[in-house]
């Protein structure tokens, strides 16, 4: 079966530090994969997405970047943390047959 | 741009009760409905899928509906229970090529009493 990893579950990171943030797929090929932030008291955000190894969309301008260096990997980082950075963040895939949705279970990211 | 409504926000109900939470979405040119569970502080899990050729799903005490021509959606759940209590978020898939790109609602926070 298909199951999704995130990691770090919590993450306290002061304003100007790097981050990176990993999810893993196992028990598929060739995923679509997501990044979406959820913001208190709003609904969930698309960051980016990736539909291959090495191909990046970005969905709104921000201060974070993707990368898909494998293809069940995909990771959001940042050069410098900002405060409007804090929120729940949330990797998703896809399968190829372009139906049903899976969430992992989340990173909280608090920039102090 | 599609845009995805949750009514109602929130909803405290007694134990036992049969309850229906309402999606409703602007485009009605979608690809499927799915309807996801968050518990606090967790991810998203996924309940229903609906096909935009489908009417309706229904797993356990849950059903949902889907009338694509009105943009709406409805969650109905069958005697309620306290373990029911969490936050339920409808998306919608746009059709096209669209990579698998969901519109989320803002969610409806349902808390059942024992």
């Known amino acids: 079966s298909q199951t999704i990893h995130q990691w770090p579950a919590t993450l306290v990171q002061p304003v100007g530090s790097p981050l990176s943030l990993e999810c893993t797929v196992e028990g598929t090929s060739n995923p679509n994969l997501y990044w979406y932030r959820q913001a208190a008291g709003r609904g969930l955000q698309l960051l980016f997405y990736s539909v291959g190894i090495g191909q990046i969309s970005s969905e709104v301008p921000q201060n974070l970047s993707a990368s898909r260096p494998q293809d069940r990997q995909f990771i959001l980082s940042s050069k410098k943390l900002l405060l409007s950075d804090s929120g729940f963040y949330l990797c998703?895939?896809?399968?190829?047959?372009?139906?049903?949705?899976?969430f992992g279970q989340g990173t909280r990211l608090t920039v102090v | 741009k599609q845009e995805v409504t949750q009514i109602p926000a929130a909803l405290s109900v007694p134990e036992g009760e049969n309850l229906v939470l309402n999606c409703s979405f602007t485009d009605s040119a979608i690809y499927n409905l799915q309807w996801f569970r968050q518990d606090p502080g967790k991810g998203l899990t996924s309940l229903l899928l609906i096909q935009s050729s489908q009417r309706e799903q229904t797993s356990g005490r849950l059903n949902a509906s889907l009338d694509k021509s009105s943009g709406r959606s409805t969650l109905y759940i069958a005697a309620s229970q306290p373990g029911d209590s969490a936050t339920y978020l409808c998306?919608?898939?746009?059709?096209?090529?669209?990579?698998?790109?969901?519109?989320f609602g803002q969610g409806t926070i349902l808390t059942v009493h024992p």
């Open positions: 998306a919608v898939k746009p059709g096209g090529t669209s990579y698998g790109k969901l519109t």
């Open positions: 998703a895939w896809v399968g190829v047959l372009n139906t049903e949705a899976f």
